[in-house]
């Protein structure tokens, strides 16, 4: 099956800071990749779909200027959290979609925990 | 608009016991319907899709699930539960459109005791 992978799988920063997290497709391009939020023993929520060339479309009531969406590539999305606050601490997943995949299917990587101190 | 309801938080079962999971869903049209799993701190791993065809769709580990269009169901089931299928499971829907948005249920841990 399809690849994606997502880079750090964890990482802990100061209040303030920003933080920037990739999402890959390894074998094969994604036009479309999706980010999702998980609190703790929670459900996924879909915060953003990320287009390649184009601008990302936020779900009511994620805030565009504070998680940043790039998908410069047809392999790469990025999702930057802007000034970051402890509040924002999660499981952020992205996951990617098949061009020309049936039933709008959806593969996903292995999620990057941010702990915000 | 669309949705899923997964109406166990909980599902525990002996080892060697079948095991199911609820899913119901509303969607707009003909749904597409998927089952993930999660371990901890890991990504969802895909277990099976419906998108059309035989109600009864076969998945990975064993795990398959029924579409039930009348009840709006999809439940997941797996005959003889192992200890290692302890995990997190969700279902998602996805209607059939282009805007490939999906949809998931709250999740059910399931625990499959020695």
């Known amino acids: 099956g399809a690849v994606v992978s997502q880079h750090p799988s964890r990482v802990i920063c100061k209040s303030g800071t920003s933080v920037k997290i990739e999402c890959r497709s390894l074998d094969f391009q994604a036009t479309t990749m999706f980010w999702y939020r998980q609190f703790p023993k929670q459900s996924l929520m879909l915060m953003a779909t990320s287009n390649e060339g184009s601008k990302a479309t936020y779900e009511q009531g994620v805030e565009k200027d504070k998680f940043l969406i790039n998908h410069a590539s047809l392999t790469l999305s990025t999702l930057t959290v802007t000034s970051a606050h402890p509040e924002d601490s999660s499981f952020y997943i992205c996951s990617a979609r098949v061009p020309g995949g049936s039933g709008n299917e959806q593969f996903f990587g292995p999620g990057t925990r941010l702990t915000v101190l | 608009a669309q949705s899923v309801a997964q109406p166990e938080d909980q599902v525990n079962v002996a080892e060697g016991n079948p095991l199911t999971v609820k899913c119901t869903y509303s969607?707009?049209?003909?749904?597409?319907l998927f089952w993930y799993v999660q371990y901890p701190n890991r990504g969802l791993q895909f277990l099976l899709k419906y998108i059309t065809g035989d109600n009864l769709v076969k998945g990975s580990y064993g795990f398959e699930a029924e579409f039930n269009k009348s009840q709006t169901s999809f439940h997941l089931k797996k005959p003889s539960a192992l200890v290692s299928d302890s995990a997190l499971y969700f279902c998602?829907?996805?209607?059939?459109?282009?805007?490939?948005?999906?949809?998931f249920g709250a999740g059910t841990t399931v625990t499959v005791r020695a």
């Open positions: 969607v707009s049209g003909n749904p597409y």
């Open positions: 998602a829907v996805s209607a059939s459109s282009n805007d490939y948005k999906l949809s």
